[in-house]
C-alpha cells in the first residue's frame, strides 16, 4: 500500500511557477512509476508528466513540454513537478499517482491516488 499526499498548490499570476511535491510512504518507493495528472471543472482527468522508478526515464504530455519537469528523490520517497511559465489553462487540481512497473500517460493504469493540490494560474 502506497499513500500520496500532493502539496504546493496555490494562485499564482500568468508566467509563474509553482513547484508541487508528493510525498509518499509505504514499502518499496524506488519501484514505483509516477505520474503527475490534473483535473480541470467540468473535464476528464488529464496526464501531465510521469517518471520510471529509475528516474531515468520521462514523459510528458504535448501541451506542458518545456515548461514543467518532472522530477523525484528515491532517498527522501518524494516527487516533485516544477511549473514555469504557466497560463490559465494550466488551472485544474493536481494529482499524483503511483505504479508498480512502467510509467503510463493513462490514468486507469495507476493504483494509488493522492488527495490533490489546488492550482489557479490567473490572467
Known amino acids: 500500500q502506497v499513500q500520496l499526499v500532493e502539496s504546493g498548490g496555490g494562485l499564482v499570476q500568468a508566467g509563474g511557477s509553482l513547484r508541487l511535491s508528493c510525498a509518499t510512504s509505504?514499502?518499496?518507493?524506488?519501484?514505483?512509476?509516477m505520474g503527475w495528472f490534473r483535473q480541470a471543472p467540468g473535464k476528464e482527468r488529464e496526464f501531465v508528466a510521469a517518471?520510471?522508478?529509475?528516474?531515468?526515464?520521462?514523459s510528458y504530455s504535448d501541451s506542458v513540454k518545456g515548461r514543467f519537469t518532472i522530477s523525484r528523490d528515491n532517498a527522501k520517497n518524494m516527487v516533485y513537478l516544477q511549473m514555469n511559465s504557466l497560463k490559465p489553462e494550466d488551472t485544474a487540481v493536481y494529482y499524483c499517482?503511483?505504479?508498480?512497473?512502467?510509467?503510463?500517460?493513462?490514468?486507469?493504469?495507476?493504483?494509488?491516488w493522492g488527495q490533490g493540490t489546488q492550482v489557479t494560474v490567473s490572467s
Open positions: 499517482a503511483a505504479r508498480r512497473g512502467s510509467y503510463s500517460r493513462d490514468p486507469l493504469m495507476y493504483d494509488y
Open positions: 509505504g514499502r518499496a518507493f524506488s519501484t514505483y512509476a
Open positions: 517518471m520510471s522508478s529509475s528516474g531515468l526515464s520521462t
